[in-house]
């Protein structure tokens, strides 16, 4: 019996470090569209200096997302994680665009190449 007490101790520690991990995750997710959003709004009404506070908010909150969630691969290759991500990518591409500078690539941005490219594509929306 004590055999199984201990696996539902160590298993109930497990999904509970898991769940904190995956709210934290979600409200960086919505944090970090926010920020992307912001960006972009400020970069479209030449408010430079603001749109790059907010990216830089975005970028703090993408290296976050990588470092808390390197235990837990599955939450950050998890769809809400990935469509923030993608948030930034198009907030940051959309800056170098209008601010006439080189693309960032997507090592720059330490973000995987279909993130980007789906940030990249909705990026033409926004020009």
Do not use: W
């Amino acid at each position: 019996m004590d055999i199984f007490n201990s696996i539902a101790e160590k298993a109930h520690h497990a999904f509970e470090a898991r769940n904190k991990a995956r709210d934290q995750a979600l409200a960086q997710a919505r944090q970090l569209t926010r920020f992307a959003a912001h960006t972009i709004r400020a970069i479209h009404r030449s408010e430079t200096a603001l749109a790059h506070e907010n990216l830089d908010q975005a970028r703090a909150l993408v290296e976050s997302l990588k470092t808390d969630l390197a235990t837990f691969p599955d939450l950050f290759y998890a769809g809400y994680t990935q469509d923030a991500i993608k948030e930034y990518a198009e907030a940051s591409i959309t800056c170098a665009v209008i601010e006439n500078q080189p693309l960032p690539t997507p090592e720059a941005l330490g973000i995987e190449y279909a993130t980007y490219l789906n940030g990249l594509a909705e990026t033409t929306g926004e020009l």
